[in-house]
């Protein structure tokens, strides 16, 4: 198979799933083709209407969240039992077509938590870099608003996952 390749990675050459990268789109997800090009700039699809960058922040936050609550890999894995041949994933088919229904869903429930937890310590990396280190986001320009719980960008990712209902302003000392 042909490989396309891009800064510090390759991919099979092909159409691609609009969430997961390495996943081709047909039965994977019901997500529309598109073919890769890491030098277009898509809209996030959570892009707040408002251009203030606390609202941003929410947008990114709750983007994760939502990631957080499907997994495709998680799908493949409990309703197909298998991953296509042409995945990199295929190495793991023979553990799980050997697993009954219920322990494919119990693995599927187990690939999701781990999903949920890498986010969780993507955002722990960042808090501390954000605290001891100097680094800050923007959003055009403005400086971003970050750690509105006050527990970390991994405490509102937390928080959001638990129905933590964000601040109508940002300010976490004003409801």
Same mark, same amino acid.
């Given at each position: ?13 092909g ?20 073919a890769?090009? *890491?030098?277009? #700039? @898509?809209?996030?699809?959570? &892009?707040?209407?408002?251009? %203030? ?5 929410k947008?990114? =936050? ?10 495709v ?27 009954? *229904?219920?322990? #494919? @869903?119990?693995?599927?429930? &187990?690939?999701?938590?781990? %999903?949920?937890?890498?986010i969780?310590?993507?955002? =722990? ?19 971003m ?7 970390g ?23």
């Open positions: 198979m042909s490989r396309v390749r891009g800064p510090g990675f390759s991919l099979p050459r159409p691609w799933c609009e969430r997961s990268l390495g996943l081709p789109r047909c039965e994977d997800c019901a997500c529309t083709t598109m890769y090009n *890491p030098f277009v #700039r @898509r809209k996030a699809p959570g &892009m707040p209407t408002s251009r %203030r960058p606390v609202d941003a922040y947008a990114i =936050v709750d983007q994760l969240v939502h990631e957080t609550t499907r997994s890999t998680q799908r493949v894995v409990t309703e197909r039992g298998y991953f296509l041949e042409t995945s990199d994933h295929d190495v793991y088919n023979p553990l799980v077509r050997s697993l009954t *229904p219920e322990q #494919r @869903r119990l693995l599927g429930d &187990m690939l999701q938590q781990e %999903r949920g937890d890498a969780h310590d993507v955002l =722990v990396v960042l808090t501390d870099w954000m605290s001891s280190d100097g680094l800050a986001f923007t959003f055009q320009g403005e400086p608003l970050v750690d509105i719980s006050g527990m960008l991994h405490g509102d990712f937390v928080g959001r996952l638990q129905g933590w209902e964000w601040p109508n302003n940002g300010d976490p000392t004003k409801p």
